[in-house]
Every structure is written in C-alpha cells, then in structure tokens.
C-alpha cells in the first residue's frame, strides 16, 4: 500500500516538460522541513491506495505523462515498484524527488528531476551527493530552488563541483516563491554565462500559489 495525498491531471508547471498535460501522484510524507515548502499538507494524513488502484486512477486520466511526486515519493518504498509499473505501461515517467534518498533503485526508464537543496531551504546537509553522479545527460534534469545570492552562489559552485551542465539534460533555476526578485535572478543567470535554465512555477501563475491539486 502507498500512503497518497493526492492524483490529478493538470498541466505541468516545472521542468523542460513545462505546459505538457500531465497527470500527477502525490505521495504523502516527506522526512525534510523545507524552510519555504510549498507542500507542507503532504506531511501528515492521506490515503492508502494499492499500487493497482493508484494505476486504474492514472489510466483513468488517459494521460501519457505521469509525474510522481510527493511530499519526498520516494520515501515510501512501495514507491519503487509502483514506478516500474507505469515504466511497464508504456507511460512517460517523471520522478520529482528532494534529494535525500537514493535514486539508484528508481527503474531506468524514468526521468529524474532532482531537487539539490540549497543552503537557505535549511536541508542542504541532508543532500545525497551521490544521486548527482547518477544523472544520466540524456533524460535527468536537476533542479536549484534560490531564495537569495547566497544560494545561487551555493548553486554555481556545485554545477561547477559536479559538472552538471555536461551531466544533466537541463539545469532547472527556480526562484523560492516571494523570496527572490526574479530580475535579480535572471541579472544573475545571464550575468553568469551558465548554460541553465530559468523556471517559473507555471501552476501557480495560472492557479495562484495556495491552490491544491492544479
Ligand atoms: S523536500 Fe519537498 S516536500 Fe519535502 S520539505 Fe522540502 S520542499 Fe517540502
């Protein structure tokens, strides 16, 4: 059984795969405290669903794009195998994920959005370095959320460190919603010469911030 907070279908708001329609698994819990969370009601409650039932809601949809996300999605093991599941199913995959559990047991076919916690989200101790050695340049995107120059220079660094712009499909920068004026990140972006991209939260412009299940 997996614990799930929520499955809709929506459009998706992040990532290359922006403005795509998309049907998304949101599995509850999630062992960080993000200090800007935009997720905080996965923490606690939910569902429990079968891993059939979870797929008879994604068929349902009829949406060939399934994001699996959470709260952290991969904190529940079961996670593992409702992913080779949808794999299975010919369906495109996409795994968001904190970070701070291994990706080394997600199936190959998935894509890998991998959030790397900065250092004003007060979880950057608890980044598993090791998930950055996985990407693979053809289908995993990695993700900096920036609340201030403090963490895009965190953020330069480690794409330098890692040498994420030949590693990964996309560098994804996402301003920390209200956090960031997004002039000044874009300033910083092309003021870098990095080969990043930068990402609003479309849901929320089209929903507003605080809407649920969108
Ligand atoms: S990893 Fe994601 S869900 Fe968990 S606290 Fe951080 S932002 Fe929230």
């Given at each position: 059984m997996l614990r799930v907070t929520e499955i809709f279908h929506s459009?998706?708001?992040?990532?290359t795969h922006a403005g795509r329609p998309?049907?998304?698994?949101?599995?509850?819990?999630?062992?960080?405290?993000?200090?800007?969370?935009?997720?905080?009601?996965?923490?606690t409650g939910g569902d429990h669903f079968t891993n059939?039932?979870?797929m008879?809601?994604?068929?349902?949809?009829?949406?060939?794009?399934?994001?699996?996300?959470?709260?952290?999605?991969?904190a529940q093991r079961e996670a593992f195998e409702l992913i080779r599941q949808l794999c299975d199913e010919e369906y495109e995959v996409l795994i968001e994920t904190g970070g701070y559990v291994s990706t080394t047991n997600v199936d190959e076919r998935a894509k890998i959005i991998l959030d790397v916690k900065c250092p004003a989200s007060g979880e950057a101790d608890r980044n598993?370095?090791?998930?950055?050695?996985c990407l693979r340049a053809d289908q995993d995107e990695v993700k900096f959320v920036?609340?201030?120059?403090?963490d895009w220079e965190f953020a330069k660094k480690t794409i330098a460190q890692y040498e994420l712009e030949t590693r990964a499909k996309a560098?994804?920068?996402?301003?920390?919603?209200?956090?960031?004026?997004?002039?000044?990140?874009?300033?910083?972006i092309t003021e870098s010469g990095l080969?990043?991209?930068?990402?609003?939260q479309l849901h929320k412009y089209i929903w507003g911030p605080d809407v649920r299940g969108v």
């Open positions: 459009i998706q708001g992040e990532s998309c049907t998304f698994v949101r599995l509850t819990g999630c062992p960080m405290r993000c200090t800007w969370c935009d997720s905080e009601y996965t923490f059939e039932q979870i008879q809601k994604v068929r349902d949809f009829g949406c060939r794009l399934v994001e699996v996300t959470g709260g952290e999605p991969l598993d370095w090791s998930n950055l050695e920036i609340a201030g120059a403090s560098i994804l920068i996402s301003p920390a919603w209200g956090l960031v004026d997004l002039q000044d990140l874009a300033r910083w080969n990043v991209r930068m990402q609003l």
